[in-house]
């Protein structure tokens, strides 16, 4: 029963957004569907019983509500057709579009579709019970009807608009606030991850100064490239790409040889949009909780490549695994930064992205799954 709700939470939190992949399963959104529809009719219902004038019985409401709710449940079979074929067949560019800032071409699409579908729907109706409740009392003037199709046009679109950019610009206060604690936490460099690395450089300058100047180039080369990203709020994979190479580098400084690393990526996904900061957690985690605990180090792999329509991101590494017991004393992670990850994947692509993280035999490897974006320049 917990997951059957949780499934319908689930449509009716995305039940207003036109995607390819929704989180909810199918089932739950013919679910909410026919709530909504069945709403719909019963407060049609509601209406006409009270404009009635008259008292009726419990067989007049109901001869009144059956065609009610057969009529608003067709409607709603209708708009459910409808909107899945757009969503099976736009492009990624003209779903973002509708799912993005509802400004007034976004509204007048939806007013447009949404009218058409009534208007397909009770005429299915029609057909289907040889006549459409209320519709016998409406003047089919031509000037009347262009007139109040007009009007309830105008007020559906502007009661959606208000709606849908409530919803929108709620969520990218969300997105803002995450963004935001990101860049604050990360601008907060871990003190001993700072003093581990100057301690190191400042050793190394009494009897190994070509290796002191090195790391500490590494680690300007580092700083920099972390402050360029905080200042982004898109970067490019690539950028993260280059992030991960200082990082590593400069703890190839401090492990020497029990830190290897490989970058494998190709121009095309290099030329993807990348929210800051994604790949570089998942790049500490295999460093911290992977390798610096195993006494031979290891290797960290990293590949981003283009799949069909979507850019697919890993990060690999050869050490202790995820079912190493936990070392006493040791820092605990991966929960944090993983969740940080998730939130910020749902809150910019919906149920689009994802992120896995599984046993590697041996090590272990994370998988960021994103829909291939159409803004690459």
Known sequence: MKQVIAALRLAQKDFFKLRRKHAAPEWALWVMTGLVALAWGGGLTLVAVVFSGRWLTAGQILQIAQPMLITALIIGVTFHVVYTVIERTASDRFLAWVNGEPGLLVNLFYTVTSILCVVFGLGLAFLMQGFVPGLDRVDWAPQRSWISVSIFAGWASVVWGLWAWQQWREEQLKRQAQEAQLRLLQAQI??????????????????????????????????????????????????????????????????????????????????????????????????????????????????????????????????????????????????????????????????????????????TLARISLPLSTETS
Do not use: C, W
């Open 190 to 363: 871990e003190p001993h991850f700072l003093f581990n690395t100057l301690a190191n450089v400042q050793s190394l300058m009494d009897h190994d100064p070509p290796k002191a100047k090195q790391m500490l180039a590494s680690f300007t080369d580092y700083l920099r490239a972390s402050l360029g990203t905080l200042r982004q709020d898109q970067g490019k994979v690539a950028d993260e790409l280059d992030l991960a190479q200082s990082y590593l580098r400069l703890l190839q400084g401090r492990m020497e040889e029990r830190l290897r690393f490989e970058i494998d990526a190709d121009a095309a996904a290099r030329a993807q949009p990348l929210p800051p900061l994604l790949l570089q957690p998942l790049v500490e985690n295999a460093v911290v909780h992977g390798l610096e605990p195993s006494i031979d180090g290891g290797t960290v792999r990293i590949s981003a490549r283009v799949q069909g329509r979507r850019l697919v991101l890993e990060v690999q590494d050869d050490g202790r695994g995820l079912d190493a017991p936990p070392r006493p004393g040791a820092r605990r992670g991966h929960g944090l930064a993983l969740g940080n990850i998730r939130e910020r994947l749902q809150a910019r692509y919906g149920p689009d992205a994802t992120l896995d993280v599984q046993a590697a035999h041996p090590g």
